[in-house]
């Protein structure tokens, strides 16, 4: 049997998503990239966010482009990360994690729907 990571994100997004296309073995690729706090409080009561940069590829990437904005809440699914650092504007170190997700849920409540009526989903 083989091993997997199986991770699950939820949180809000820091900026709007950006789409460019890829050059990749199998030809060019479209992705759209944005990220994504994850907050908690620690045991000392401080908050703390880390930031996951999520990449979407292909027919995700149509969704994500379209759907997805500042201030979304999502739900991403992935199988594999891979760590990465930053330094913030004030010159302080900040670590993040960068993600391709497999699924993509858009949380957020459309606008002018009731509990009851939940609306058409448009995919």
Same mark, same amino acid.
């Given at each position: ?12 997004? #820091? *900026?709007?998503?950006? %789409?460019? +296309? ?10 759209? !990239?944005? &990220? ?34 500042? #201030? *979304?809440?999502?739900? %991403?699914? +992935? ?10 504007? !004030?010159? &302080? ?31």
């Amino acid at each position: 049997m083989g091993t997997i990571i199986s991770i699950n994100i939820t949180g809000f997004v #820091g *900026s709007d998503p950006q %789409v460019r +296309t890829v050059q990749t073995s199998n030809g060019d690729k479209q992705v759209t !990239s944005f &990220s994504v706090a994850v907050n908690r409080t620690n045991g000392g009561g401080q908050k703390q966010t880390l930031w996951v940069r999520v990449n979407c590829w292909n027919a995700l990437a149509d969704v994500a482009a379209k759907y997805v904005r500042k #201030g *979304s809440l999502v739900g %991403v699914t +992935t199988e594999w990360l891979r760590p990465s650092a930053w330094v913030d504007q !004030s010159g &302080s170190p900040q670590a993040s994690i960068d993600i391709d997700a497999n699924r993509l849920t858009l949380l957020d409540r459309v606008n002018g729907d009731s509990d009851d009526n939940p609306g058409d989903i448009p995919f």
